[in-house]
C-alpha cells in the first residue's frame, strides 16, 4: 500500500511540474508571436531593437523602469505590446530616471492591457520642449511601467495568472 501511494504522489507531482513547465512555455511562445506583431506595427520604420519587461504581479504597486537612447536626431518609434497582461499597467515615458526631482513626464498611456500601442520620439520631444524652454532634442528617455498592486496576488509564489510582460519594440526613420 506504501508503494502504491507513494508511486501516485511521485506521479501526481509530475504532473504538476509538466503543467507548470508547460504553461511557462506557452507564455514565452506568445511573447514570441507579440513581439513579431510590435514589430510589423513599426512600418515604415527599420526595426532596431525590443525589450521585453517581465513581472509577477504583488499585493503592492511595482515600478519597473526601461532606459531608450535616441541617436543622432534620428525618428524613433516605439511599439508598446500588453497582450501578454492578465491586468492592467500604466506606461510614463520620462526625460530623466526616477532618481530625478526635476523629471519631465513626457507622455502617460492607460489601456495597455491587450492592445498594441505606438508612440514617436517626435511628439515626445515636441511635449519636452514645449515644458522646457530651450532644450535641444531628447537623447534618451526612460519608460516607466507602474504595475498595480492586486489584492489576493501570491507574493512569494506567484501564479501564472499573476506573471506579466510588456514587449518595447523600437525602429527608426531611414
Given at each position: 500500500?506504501?508503494?502504491?501511494?507513494?508511486?501516485?504522489?511521485?506521479?501526481?507531482?509530475?504532473?504538476?511540474?509538466?503543467?507548470?513547465?508547460s504553461?511557462?512555455?506557452?507564455?514565452?511562445?506568445?511573447?514570441?508571436?507579440?513581439?513579431?506583431?510590435?514589430?510589423?506595427?513599426?512600418?515604415?520604420?527599420?526595426?532596431?531593437?525590443?525589450?521585453?519587461?517581465?513581472?509577477?504581479?504583488?499585493?503592492?504597486?511595482?515600478?519597473?523602469?526601461?532606459?531608450?537612447?535616441?541617436?543622432?536626431?534620428?525618428?524613433?518609434?516605439?511599439?508598446?505590446?500588453?497582450?501578454?497582461?492578465?491586468?492592467?499597467?500604466k506606461?510614463?515615458?520620462?526625460?530623466?530616471?526616477?532618481?530625478?526631482?526635476?523629471?519631465?513626464?513626457?507622455?502617460?498611456?492607460?489601456?495597455?492591457?491587450?492592445?498594441?500601442?505606438?508612440?514617436?520620439?517626435?511628439?515626445l520631444?515636441?511635449?519636452?520642449?514645449?515644458?522646457?524652454?530651450?532644450?535641444?532634442?531628447?537623447?534618451?528617455?526612460?519608460?516607466?511601467?507602474?504595475?498595480?498592486?492586486?489584492?489576493?496576488?501570491?507574493?512569494k509564489?506567484?501564479?501564472?495568472?499573476?506573471?506579466?510582460?510588456?514587449?518595447?519594440?523600437?525602429?527608426?526613420?531611414n
Amino acid at each position: 500500500m506504501k508503494k502504491i501511494l507513494t508511486i501516485v504522489a511521485i506521479f501526481g507531482l509530475g504532473l504538476v511540474i509538466a503543467q507548470t513547465a508547460s504553461n511557462l512555455t506557452e507564455f514565452k511562445e506568445n511573447i514570441s508571436r507579440q513581439k513579431v506583431e510590435a514589430k510589423k506595427a513599426l512600418k515604415p520604420y527599420r526595426y532596431d531593437g525590443s525589450k521585453v519587461t517581465y513581472f509577477n504581479f504583488k499585493t503592492y504597486k511595482q515600478v519597473k523602469e526601461v532606459e531608450i537612447y535616441l541617436f543622432n536626431n534620428t525618428d524613433y518609434r516605439f511599439s508598446f505590446n500588453g497582450k501578454s497582461l492578465p491586468n492592467d499597467v500604466k506606461i510614463k515615458i520620462f526625460d530623466e530616471d526616477k532618481t530625478s526631482s526635476e523629471r519631465i513626464l513626457l507622455k502617460e498611456i492607460d489601456g495597455v492591457q491587450g492592445n498594441n500601442l505606438l508612440v514617436e520620439s517626435g511628439d515626445l520631444n515636441k511635449t519636452y520642449q514645449s515644458k522646457k524652454d530651450g532644450a535641444p532634442r531628447l537623447k534618451r528617455v526612460f519608460v516607466d511601467y507602474e504595475i498595480p498592486g492586486i489584492p489576493g496576488a501570491q507574493n512569494k509564489k506567484p501564479t501564472m495568472k499573476e506573471r506579466g510582460a510588456v514587449i518595447l519594440v523600437m525602429g527608426y526613420k531611414n
